[in-house]
């Protein structure tokens, strides 16, 4: 069937062009030969081969990816029985997006088909999706035909567009509300208002849903929030009851709308079912079970994160984030936005497990999220009160990039720098402290191995990362996505590392290639902690004759804890030791054994004595000095000398009468 | 502080990033707080340091110093980690030098603050906790301490709760250190109360080191053993 189809498009003259990934399946050999090949021969055709994908191929015999050969066979056998053509007008300079943007002015004058296996069927947002999307992005008259296939078990399969897919699931599924989409409007809505109600249902109290079934509150759930409590009902499902006060319009009829349009999303605990109090009021909703921890208190507080997932690398962080933001697409995709996104509102059970609870805060159609935290709130919007008006999904993009950067850097917030203040003041494009690619470095970057982090992060991660915190920009969540998944591609494949605190900077060598983290261990002489420094680092400072340092860099910082001064002659001093005298000032009183008089001995003349191995001294400074002066005096006389003579400090006149009547002057 | 300290103080900055509540207790461990009320006292301390340990968030937000005031202010815990943190044994002795002790209290805060700061960790504005039972004997130093006090708070930088214990404490300077509404003072009428205080204290800290930044947290009521001074 596909096969027939591949071959009708030979056929008939389509332009048929070949990306690297369809040459790198485990079968592509087998398909492009026994299936691909005897096509193209019978029709006289060839394939067209981008010069692009022979540089990607070189690349990838660098890399040792597995299937290499395969790929590197099947473009030197084909050219052999000249299968592959080299039409100049085609072999532009082709990346992927090229290949796009190609096919948007080819398409004009030529059938056209790629063979890809860029279509991770999920979602959109692959080559495959994107090449097909261009025959419904412009509705020219006259227009020529574009096809997508790719290689599966032995065979050539076309790729069907997504939406006409979907169109038979809705079909099949009757419900007609998969695709619904809620309106956007432009105006908040503004005066809610409480419902009167008589009671507010309690543990072991019955409530109603909307299919009129009763449900029990067995065992409420946790402390009392602020909007009302939680409780499972013997129906295995979670039920939120409503504070009397809380219990308003808006929420009602926001809860109606997410039922009535019956949105269903895997783990984003959604209203099922509304609750009604015995009387007939509404006090609720009822949900599916949510598991695990909260993203708060599992990965942002670096201890927890150890104690609660004591195996994770980054791999399984990325994992997390892209599953997030997969859940707010489908949300946004509905015309759903979260408003409140923040880490107490996701819960983590594991990297492919995430649950987002407290949706009936969500915003739909002009029914405000009255909730909100300052950290991942856009400062435009910062001193206005949330129910006052309708966020954006540029707005939870912002949210969600913050959530995603304390992801990678767990915890840390984008803002967070040194000499910063509370959270709000520090939120202003020009105090993003990490290194952007504009030519400028970190700019006063939080102590810790958060520069670390953000150097092992990759590049385009880390521009988009910059658009949103230092440009101010609004980006797409495809681009998230796709980034996301090409890191966590990456971290699989081992070219990144997969630390979660890298203990250094990324090391990149002369090439530009991303080394592993090669670096020696040391323990800091002061607080007897680990540090690193890479080799790199190592090697210069050997080359240039310097010192390694000894102590890791909070304590390099810190003023030395040894340092002191001294309480006597307020001079500083570094010691170990309890002494708060410096060793001039310290030591023993002796008393002279000539004169009688005491005279102080200190610590520091004390250790000259002892390095020179000398006795120490018996007698005062003074009696010392005159029996050198009566040294000196005998010496020369016994030399008899008269040009010896140096003068002694010590002027003591008779000794100098002495002289100078010795020497006739 | 030991070098030893003083480096734990920093390294926990760098490896935990979570936004801090510093709060500080300023407690008058004068003559008058002997007997039963200075060991009330330290039980109390002990159950708020114990409360704050068992909630996941406030454990690595929250951080406590205590300053003590006798006729000289001592700070007798500085700012750690909690879990590093032994609460030292609380004697009752001299006079009651309560300028002193704000004064401190307020200088150790802004150290701390700086600190986060230079390390790069957001924080919440501090809380100080007064505890006295008694009139000061530095009451000519009162009128700078309180204008410090109601300068910090206007500027929303401090959040001060003054506590009266016994039914000697001087009610009228603590309410000028209070910069609750209405100058609000809480009393603790008998020591028995005072791990009832401690309880409300340590839920109303948790709340706040949950709340945003900036908004004035709703704190839990307070128990009914807990007067509430207008």
């Not at chain 1, 020219?140 to 006409?164: C, G, L, P, Q, S």
């Not at chain 1, 970190?442 to 658009?467: E, M, T």
């Not at chain 2, 506590?163 to 003072?185: E, P, Q, R, Y």
Request: charged share 25%.
């Amino acid at each position: 069937m596909n096969r027939n189809s591949f071959e009708e498009i030979v056929k008939k003259d389509y332009k048929i062009f070949v990306d690297t990934s369809s040459l790198m399946q485990k079968d592509s050999d087998y398909v492009f030969f026994r299936i691909i090949a005897p096509i193209l021969y019978k029709y006289q055709k060839k394939l067209i081969i981008p010069k692009s994908v022979y540089n990607e191929i070189s690349k990838h015999w660098h890399n040792n990816h597995p299937n290499i050969e395969i790929a590197s066979k099947i473009l030197s056998e084909m050219s052999k029985f000249n299968l592959i053509g080299t039409n100049s007008k085609f072999d532009e300079d082709f990346a992927d997006n090229v290949i796009l943007a190609q096919f948007q002015s080819l398409r004009l004058k030529y059938n056209l088909c790629l063979i890809t296996n860029d279509n991770s069927n999920k979602k959109d947002g692959n080559l495959s999706q994107d090449i097909l999307d261009l025959k419904k992005s412009r509705a020219v008259d006259n227009i020529k035909d574009i096809r997508v296939f790719y290689i599966k078990n032995k065979n050539i399969v076309e790729f069907k567009n997504k939406t006409e897919k979907s169109n038979k699931q809705k079909n099949k599924k009757t419900d007609k509300n998969y695709n619904f989409q809620f309106s956007l409007p432009k105006k908040v809505a503004k005066n809610d208002r409480e419902l009167t109600i008589s009671y507010s249902p309690k543990e072991n109290d019955y409530i109603i849903d909307n299919n009129e079934k009763k449900h029990r509150l067995i065992k409420q759930i946790g402390r009392t929030g602020g909007e009302g409590s939680v409780y499972l009902t013997d129906s295995n499902l979670i039920c939120k009851i409503y504070k009397k006060e809380k219990t308003t319009l808006f929420r009602k009829e926001k809860i109606n709308l997410l039922i009535k349009h019956k949105i269903k999303i895997k783990n984003v605990c959604l209203p099922e079912l509304i609750a009604y109090n015995t009387k007939n009021e509404f006090v609720g909703y009822l949900m599916l079970p949510a598991k695990g921890n909260e993203l708060k208190t599992s990965i942002f507080i670096p201890p927890l994160l150890k104690q609660k997932f004591p195996n994770w690398n980054r791999i399984q962080l990325a994992k997390v984030g892209l599953n997030i933001l997969e859940k707010v697409k489908a949300l946004h995709s509905h015309n759903i936005i979260i408003g409140d996104i923040n880490p107490s509102n996701i819960l983590v059970e594991n990297e492919n497990n995430i649950y987002f609870i407290d949706t009936d805060s969500f915003q739909i159609e002009s029914y405000p999220c009255s909730v909100g935290m300052v950290p991942y709130t856009k400062p435009k919007h910062h001193g206005k009160r949330y129910e006052s008006y309708l966020r954006t999904k540029n707005d939870d993009m912002f949210a969600l990039a913050t959530l995603l950067f304390q992801l990678m850097l767990p915890g840390k917030l984008p803002y967070s720098y040194s000499g910063g203040g509370s959270e709000k003041e520090n939120m202003r494009p020009e105090n993003f402290p990490y290194k952007c690619y504009d030519g400028k470095g970190y700019n006063n970057a939080p102590d810790g191995q958060w520069v670390y982090i953000w150097s092992h992060l990759p590049r385009k991660l880390k521009i988009l990362f910059c658009k949103v915190f230092k440009k101010d920009e609004n980006i797409n969540i495809n681009e998230f996505i796709k980034e996301m998944r090409s890191y966590i591609h990456q971290l699989s494949q081992g070219h990144q590392t997969t630390d979660i605190f890298p203990m250094t900077y990324k090391q990149i060598d002369d090439n530009g290639n991303v080394l592993k983290d090669e670096y020696q261990e040391f323990i800091c002489k002061q607080c007897g902690r680990k540090f690193a420094l890479t080799n790199k680092q190592i090697s210069t400072l050997k080359t240039k004759g310097k010192k390694l340092p000894t102590k890791c860099n909070i304590c390099m910082k810190l003023p030395d804890p040894n340092l002191k001064i001294c309480q006597k002659c307020g001079k500083k001093f570094t010691e170990k030791s309890d002494n708060t005298l410096c060793k001039k000032c310290r030591g023993i009183d002796i008393r002279c054994q000539n004169c009688g008089t005491t005279f102080f001995f200190s610590d520091s003349e004390k250790e000259f004595y002892d390095k020179k191995n000398l006795t120490y001294p018996k007698t005062c400074k003074n009696c010392r000095n005159k029996k050198n002066m009566n040294y000196q005096q005998n010496n020369t006389y016994y030399t008899n000398s008269n040009y010896n003579y140096q003068p002694n400090n010590n002027n003591n006149n008779s000794v100098l009468n002495m002289l100078k009547n010795l020497f006739n002057i | 502080m030991t070098p030893d300290l003083m480096i734990l103080r920093q390294e926990d900055l760098v490896s935990n990033p979570t936004t801090r509540l510093p709060v500080c207790l300023c407690l008058d461990v004068s003559y008058s707080m002997a007997g039963d009320p200075i060991r009330e006292l330290q039980k109390g301390v002990k159950y708020f340091f114990d409360a704050i340990k068992s909630d996941e968030i406030a454990r690595y937000s929250v951080e406590l110093a205590i300053v003590v005031f006798q006729c000289d202010a001592t700070v007798i815990l500085d700012f750690a980690n909690i879990d590093r943190q032994r609460i030292p044994s609380l004697t009752a002795n001299g006079c009651t030098s309560m300028a002193k002790g704000v004064n401190l209290a307020l200088d150790i805060l802004e150290q701390r603050k700086k600190e986060y700061s230079s390390k790069g960790v957001d924080y919440y504005q501090p809380w100080l906790v007064l505890m006295s039972d008694g009139a000061p004997t530095d009451g000519g130093d009162i009128p700078s301490a309180v204008n410090r006090v109601q300068n910090l708070k206007n500027n929303k930088k401090l959040t001060l709760f003054p506590v009266g214990v016994g039914n000697g404490a001087d009610i009228n300077t603590l309410k000028k250190f209070s910069t609750m509404k209405n100058n609000m003072v809480l009393k603790v009428t008998s020591a028995e109360y005072f791990k009832e205080f401690f309880e409300w204290l340590s839920q109303s800290v948790a709340v706040a080191s949950q709340s945003v930044p900036g908004d004035k947290p709703t704190l839990p009521p307070t128990p009914p053993s807990i007067e509430i001074e207008l």
